[in-house]
């Protein structure tokens, strides 16, 4: 009788062990089926192009925005440069300011929100799809969207909500309910209302599934192929060690996590790029070049303009709303300060990292050109630029990084697991923060919240790429549609403040602390 229990038993496992992958990969391809279709229809609408073009209305929305506020307040992202470098540092913080984190770590959990994969493997998409042209105007997004950012997080500080616990909820919902009634301007409540939905959208889907999704990637590129869900688990029991402990928590973490993430990246390309320093120059030429004639790409300069411009919007999220929660956080009676602080993001983020990993995938000779005209060759389809080993998105930074040093492909695993993990403890706070102004604050709502988040974790690990990486472009654009109406109402607020300061530090009424 044993005998026959332990051969049933021993053909039980037997069936479980062969059976289980392929039971995983079913629920993987169940979960993405699901996502695919019932996310297709608002992905449409948000990048839908011109009548008669290519270019998505959402990608000109948000660059006449930023070129909109460079001008309104006369280029104030190089003007405060060196001022926001100096609020960084704390000279001019007063530790009895209301407030629960910093200037460094408000802009530290800002940073790890949008320092992070968009860097990598967003870089990466758009050099596939629009050349090295499409750098150029990744960096021209970049300083102008630093403009953006003043705006937003200016407004996010002046009408937060401070509470007698010492914490604080800011943010484009709290501006546009308080602005637009502070201004008699209707309709500020319904578009709160419509601002939070889409950031819990954006929460789940650009700062969680993305991530979880090409962490998972790099993972599998390093220690082969697996269930993602298994990498889903993991990533959310330890996203909701973190979060479950609220801002504070967070931000200890980040002031760690994205100064060392941060430099290993950017150390990392430099020596690259000094290896193959002789070629730096005509990176450079392929880079402007591009930017003005495609160098043959698909849809040539427009199609570099189009890619250039989208991946620095999801990059540093400019205009999008998302770094005004955060920075709404800090300690400061100053709402301009954190609009200084603020401006640095893009900066840090679009025109340093994203260059960064451009002329690196660029001089390592990734991408396949024809040797006689000097022109990129396309893939079948001629939608993609065919690289070396057809690889393309985390991948194919990994290649470029990995070919100048073999073993960078571990570093970068190790630096796309952080970034991933720092934007989704930041992003969690974003969607906590839209949860609670649609339904009320408290212990309880927090907690459902953070368990809906982590569970969508383990979804995106699970997915495929396209329609994860789909829905998270639409559902972070989605909420610039809202928000920059509200800044381009609100925007002589913000011009008020900055006179009124910069007159203040001009007479030495505002002092340094440190």
């Not at 069936?15 to 990969?25: C, E, N």
């Not at 950031?199 to 269930?227: E, K, R, S, W």
């Not at 040797?371 to 990129?376: I, V």
């Not at 079948?380 to 080993?389: A, L, P, W």
Request: charged share 10%; proline share 3%; with cysteine.
């Amino acid at each position: 009788m044993k005998t026959h229990y332990k051969a049933a038993a021993t053909a039980a496992t037997a069936w479980l062990a062969a059976s289980a992958p392929a039971m995983a990969q079913s629920i993987d391809q169940r979960v993405n089926e699901i996502f695919a279709n019932s996310t297709g229809w608002f992905v449409n609408f948000i990048f839908s192009p011109f009548p008669g073009t290519t270019f998505p209305w959402i990608v000109a929305w948000l660059v006449i925005a930023a070129t909109v506020f460079t001008v309104y307040f006369g280029l104030i992202q190089f003007r405060a440069f060196p001022h926001s470098i100096a609020l960084v540092k704390g000279d001019y913080s007063d530790p009895n300011d209301a407030g629960e984190v910093s200037h460094f770590q408000a802009l530290a959990t800002a940073l790890s929100g949008t320092v992070g994969l968009g860097n990598i493997a967003g870089v990466a998409v758009a050099i596939g799809i629009g050349g090295p042209g499409a750098t150029f105007w990744m960096i021209l997004a970049g300083l102008m969207g630093m403009a953006s950012k003043f705006t937003e997080c200016t407004l996010g500080v002046k009408y937060r909500n401070e509470y007698a616990d010492g914490t604080v909820s800011g943010g484009p919902m709290y501006y546009m309910t308080k602005g637009f009634a502070e201004r008699g301007i209707p309709g500020g409540k319904a578009m709160a209302i419509l601002f939070s939905i889409f950031c819990i959208l954006g929460a789940l889907g650009g700062g969680n599934m993305f991530q979880a999704n090409q962490a998972h990637a790099q993972l599998t590129n390093v220690v082969g192929d697996y269930p993602g869900w298994i990498t889903g688990v993991i990533f959310a029991g330890i996203v909701f060690a973190v979060i479950v402990g609220g801002l504070q928590s967070i931000a200890k973490v980040t002031e760690k996590v994205v100064p060392i993430m941060g430099v290993m990246y950017v150390v990392t390309a430099l020596v690259i790029l000094l290896m193959n320093a002789n070629m730096i120059g005509w990176a450079f030429g392929q880079i402007f070049e591009g930017a003005f004639t495609g160098l043959g790409v698909a849809g040539g300069m427009v199609g570099a303009l189009i890619q250039g411009f989208k991946r620095a919007a999801f990059s540093n999220e400019a205009g999008v709303g998302s770094a005004a929660i955060a920075h709404s956080a800090v300690r400061t009676k100053e709402p301009i300060t954190e609009g200084f602080v603020s401006l640095l993001e893009p900066f840090i983020d679009t025109v340093v990292i994203c260059t960064m990993t451009a002329l690196v995938i660029i001089i390592t000779g990734q991408l396949v050109s024809d040797p006689e005209t000097g022109l990129y060759l396309l893939n079948e389809g001629g939608s993609m630029i065919q690289t070396v080993d057809g690889n393309s998105g985390v991948a194919l930074t990994s290649a470029a990084f990995s070919s100048a040093f073999g073993w960078f492909k571990y570093v970068l695993a190790i630096a796309v697991i952080l970034f991933a993990f720092s934007t989704m403890i930041s992003w969690s706070y974003y969607g906590l923060k839209a949860w609670t102004f649609l339904f009320g604050e408290g212990k309880t709502t927090e907690l459902v919240f953070k368990v809906i988040f982590c569970i969508f974790v383990v979804i995106g690990a699970a997915a495929s790429l396209g329609p994860v990486i789909d829905f998270s472009d639409a559902a972070i654009f989605a909420m610039a549609v809202v928000n920059i109406i509200a800044l381009y109402l609100l925007m002589p607020i913000v011009k008020r403040e900055l006179d009124s300061y910069l007159s203040r530090l001009k007479s030495g009424e505002i002092r340094k602390f440190h």
